[in-house]
């Protein structure tokens, strides 16, 4: 499909508010083998129950449904993973059903829950994801992770994941990086930011402290690429509890979690990146019709759209999105965002298929010092910070649990009890790692509307979910 | 004595012989920091799948008889009639008639060059290409769509003029059957079993 019928485009409406009462981690790590996964998912549930200052019994009393979010079954042998954790989570009889869309699998698994809501099926239901990447060898888990390429076309050559992503690292670079040194040092601070942010996360384990030449001189996985610009493997569990307006008031009444209004909206592309045809650019509400009318010649080599530049996906869920609930320009509406940073590059192309900034121009929200909680050009706030995580680079990457895990994050900095939470000490304690001595408090002051961004490898499916406090909607009756 | 898995189809039925399984002991995993303590168990797999190339069983084919075939969407009611294929579709992505199987050798040989690339220094289990691999994208004149596929000669870069290979010697009847080579390579520096068809 390269042309799309305003049916197709029509924004997508929930038939009633919906809201995010409250959502928990587990420890996430790089490998845990004194922990079987239903550990991690019941540490994930408890941490939930008691953020609303319940316990898991009293929470489970209110979840009617339950949506799993668990990507590769063949990681673990375990076929049906899903239906182990439920009966773990003792949830039978409840209805329950997994979802699996590659590293989209957290995000997809909210809008499932957010949809079962909306539509009056379900007043309260569980969104769970988990991953554990931990079972297999290194070269064996590329080799799984490459069965979700093509297997006839692009998983026999070289059973590796990476070599099809970095092909458009390697054109974005090109074309819109020009291969300056200065780009290559862009690219560096992203990996420097999220390492250094996920030092003062008790949930990361990717937590670094390391200069932009540390990163340069890190070993090449697939150039320009290099270790440090790559994605964590992870193992943990996420959950959030997705409820409608009376229930999301009930479970939350004398907490200190306000219900947040919650949207996700969903675009893909063919998971065979060389497939996708030439089509005009979809324009986001703070784009005009004009903007790129002369990009191949400001940037020769980008005639193709979306081609091996662009997530067409990701610019898609974002256009649903933002029509959802009256967004009309990332950078001003919303006070912060968990973007999907598999590779330090893909990062920086995400950030033009939200419309942060203009394609060709996504190094700028960088450089401009507005991603980063404080800005360190000026020393003020940043304008639109991200992932405060550490994102996928520095926090976590335990794929069904992504998602989740992001919409977690934001959501701490609206209950405004990011420090609360990531600065307990006994957490930290909990999960055996020392809290930093020059910890920083890195709530974001004030947020009230935030967005996470779950994305599957390619960016064959991405999601879009925006968190609101109800009293600072942009759209009436969104 | 084991034998490797062997399938054949009569009557549109798959017939199977030899082992497609073998069974390994599982090993108990000991945590050597707890004074050995059972901390789980190896779970040994080693399985032979099945897999039908379907209506693209022709392009994997005439891999091996130096041939590239595409498809085209020949239904004069689809809106976007004639488009080209490469990577082969089976059917039309817009109208979902069947699309006609058309040969685009001479067009590959023609007309090919580098999209993107990546140097890949690693690869997965079950590999069989040589490291480091260079993955190469590959547009072509009149076809939508870019092929992916391997360098076997040179270093790759964007725009770089690409003439296809075939492995006509000992042919694996996968996508590893064709790949590229710059325009000016001759026939004595190919890899071993690969000729330009």
Redesign the interface.
């Known amino acids: ?3 799309f019928s305003h049916r197709q485009l029509k924004t997508p409406r929930l038939l009633r508010p919906v809201y995010l009462v409250t959502a928990g981690l587990s420890k996430c790590d790089r490998a845990m ?2 922990k079987r996964t239903e550990e991690l998912c019941i540490e994930a549930l408890a941490m939930a129950a008691k953020l609303i200052d319940r316990t898991p019994a009293e929470l489970k009393k209110y979840i009617h449904t339950a949506y799993y979010g668990h990507f590769a079954d063949h990681f673990g ?1 375990q076929l049906l993973g899903e239906a182990v954790i439920h009966d773990r989570l003792g949830l039978d009889p409840l209805g329950n059903v997994g979802i699996k869309t590659g590293g989209a699998t957290g995000g997809s698994t909210l809008w499932e829950a957010v949809k079962a809501v909306a539509s009056g099926y379900s007043d309260c239901v569980l969104a769970m994801g988990w991953e554990r990447m931990d079972e297999v ?1 290194t ?8 069965c979700a390429a ?5 998983t ?9 992503y ?6 974005y670079w ?1 074309v819109f990086g020009r291969e300056e040194d200065s780009f290559r040092r862009t690219l560096a601070e992203i990996s420097v930011k999220h390492h250094g942010y996920a030092r003062f996360n008790p949930f990361a384990h990717g937590g670094m402290k390391i200069t932009a030449e540390d990163v340069i001189n890190s070993p ?4 320009p690429l290099r270790a440090l610009d790559c994605c964590l493997m992870s193992v943990g569990a996420a959950c959030a509890i997705i409820c409608d307006e009376d229930t999301a008031t009930e479970l939350t009444k004398n907490t200190r979690n306000k219900p947040l209004r919650i949207w996700v909206a969903a675009g893909s592309h063919t998971l ?7 089509m005009e650019i979809p324009l986001l509400p703070n784009e005009s019709p004009d903007q790129y009318k002369d990009l191949a010649e400001r940037f020769p ?1 980008s005639e193709r759209y979306p081609g ?1 530049t662009g997530f067409l996906a990701a610019r898609i869920s974002a256009l649903y999105a933002y029509n959802m609930c009256g967004i009309t320009d990332p950078s001003e509406d919303l006070d912060l965002v968990e973007l999907h940073d598999a590779f330090t590059i893909s990062d920086i192309q995400t950030y033009e298929d939200l419309g942060i900034r203009p394609y060709g121009y996504g190094r700028d929200y960088v450089e401009s010092g507005d991603c980063y909680h404080t800005n360190p050009r000026t020393g003020q706030p940043g304008k639109l910070p991200s992932n405060i995580s550490g994102g996928l680079i520095g926090c976590m990457h335990a794929v069904g649990a992504t998602g989740i895990m992001q919409v977690f994050e934001v959501a701490t900095h609206l209950w405004n009890r990011w420090a609360e939470i990531h600065g307990d000490k006994a957490l930290w304690e909990k999960f055996g790692r020392q809290k930093p001595d020059d910890w920083q408090d890195l709530q974001v002051a004030g947020a009230r509307r935030g967005m996470a961004v779950s994305h599957a490898g390619v960016g064959s499916h991405v999601t879009c979910t925006v968190l609101m406090d109800p009293d600072s909607l942009i759209k009436e009756n969104a | 004595m084991s034998k490797f898995a062997q399938v054949t189809v009569k009557n549109n039925r798959y017939i199977f012989s030899g082992d497609f399984h073998h069974i390994c002991p599982n090993q108990p ?1 000991r ?1 050597l920091d707890n004074n050995g303590r059972l ?2 168990i190896t ?1 040994p ?1 080693d399985m032979t799948y099945v ?1 039908s ?1 379907g209506g ?1 069983a022709v392009f ?1 084919e005439n891999l091996s008889r130096g041939k590239i075939h595409g498809s085209r969407c020949d239904n004069p009611e689809c ?2 009639t004639g ?1 080209v ?1 490469l ?1 082969f ?1 089976i059917h039309c ?2 109208c979902l008639a069947k699309n006609t199987v058309i040969d685009l050798t001479d067009i590959c040989k023609t007309s090919a060059r580098i ?15 040589a490291k480091p ?1 260079k ?1 190469i ?1 590959i547009e072509f004149d009149g076809v ?7 360098l076997s000669v040179g270093e790759p870069r ?1 725009g770089m003029r690409v003439k296809p290979i075939f492995k006509t010697t000992d042919p694996t009847y ?3 059957d064709l790949s590229w080579v710059p325009e000016d390579t001759q026939k004595n520096q190919l890899p071993p079993g690969f000729s330009f068809g």
């Open positions: 499909m390269i042309t083998p004194d042998d060898p070269d064996e888990g590329n080799h799984l992770i490459a093509d297997k006839d076309w692009e026999p050559l070289g059973h590796i994941y990476t070599g099809y970095a092909v458009m690292a390697q054109k090109q090449v996985v697939a150039y065979r990146p060389a497939c996708r045809r030439n080599g091996f | 995993i945590d901390t789980g779970n797999r897999h190339y693209e994997f809106e976007f488009t294929y990577p579709r992505p817009d999209h993107t690339f990546m140097v890949c220094e690693r690869s997965g289990a079950f590999n069989t290409l691999m993955f994208n939508a769509t870019i092929l992916m596929s391997y964007i996968t996508i590893l």
